[in-house]
C-alpha cells in the first residue's frame, strides 16, 4: 500500500490496488493506533490535573508565612496530600498551570498592607500587595500562569503589616494544568 494518511500515517491501498488481508489488517491496526492516540489526548483534555484547597491559618505579623490548609476541595491528580504536607501543592504533571490563591483579610488584627506571594519550589515566583485605607476589608488574590515540571512544589505565602495580630484569615489555594509542555 503505497499510500498513507498525512496526520497518523495510516496506510491505504490507492485505485485499482487489491485489498488482500493481510492490507486490510494492517490498515485496521492503524486506525485502531490512531484511535487510542486520540482516545489518550481526549482523556487528558477532559481530566486536567487540578487541586484546590482551603484551610484557616494564624499568620504573625510582618513575617512572610506559608499557609496552611485543612480541607482538600478538588484533587483529581494526587497532588494534595494534608496529612504528610499541608502547605502545599505537587504537581504531577509536566505544563503550564494556572495558580490562584485566595484571601479576605480576618480577625484579630488591623492590617495596613497584605501580600499574598506565590512560590514554585520555594522561590517567588509572583506576588500580589494592597494597601488598605483602614476601614475597607481586603480581599485579597493572586493569579499566575506558572510552568512546571512533575515534582514541583507551589505554595501560597502571606504577608501583612499592621497592628496587633495575628491574623486569622481563610485561605483557598488552587492549581489547574492549562497547557501540557
Do not use: H
Not at 492503524?30 to 487510542?36: E, P
Not at 487528558?44 to 482538600?72: F, H
Amino acid at each position: 500500500m503505497p499510500g498513507s494518511s498525512p496526520t497518523f500515517g495510516i496506510p491505504y491501498p490507492c485505485i485499482g490496488e487489491p485489498i488482500t488481508p493481510l492490507a486490510f489488517s494492517t490498515f485496521a491496526a492503524a486506525v485502531d493506533g490512531a484511535i487510542a492516540t486520540v482516545d489518550t489526548a481526549r482523556t487528558l483534555a477532559l481530566k486536567r490535573p487540578t487541586a484546590a484547597v482551603a484551610g484557616n491559618a494564624s499568620i504573625p505579623v510582618g513575617v512572610a508565612t506559608n499557609v496552611t490548609y485543612t480541607s482538600e476541595l478538588w484533587d483529581n491528580a494526587a497532588m494534595v496530600d494534608l496529612v504528610a504536607n499541608n502547605d502545599r501543592i505537587t504537581v504531577t504533571r509536566n505544563g503550564v498551570y494556572m495558580v490562584w490563591g485566595q484571601a479576605p483579610t480576618g480577625t484579630g488584627a488591623t492590617a495596613t498592607s497584605m501580600a499574598l506571594i506565590l512560590t514554585r519550589n520555594g522561590t517567588l515566583y509572583a506576588e500580589n500587595k494592597r494597601n488598605s485605607n483602614g476601614t475597607t476589608p481586603m480581599n485579597q488574590q493572586v493569579v499566575a500562569m506558572v510552568p512546571c515540571v512533575a515534582g514541583d512544589i507551589l505554595r501560597l505565602q502571606c504577608l501583612w503589616t499592621g497592628v496587633a495580630g495575628p491574623l486569622l484569615a481563610s485561605f483557598q489555594f488552587a492549581a489547574r494544568l492549562v497547557c501540557i509542555t
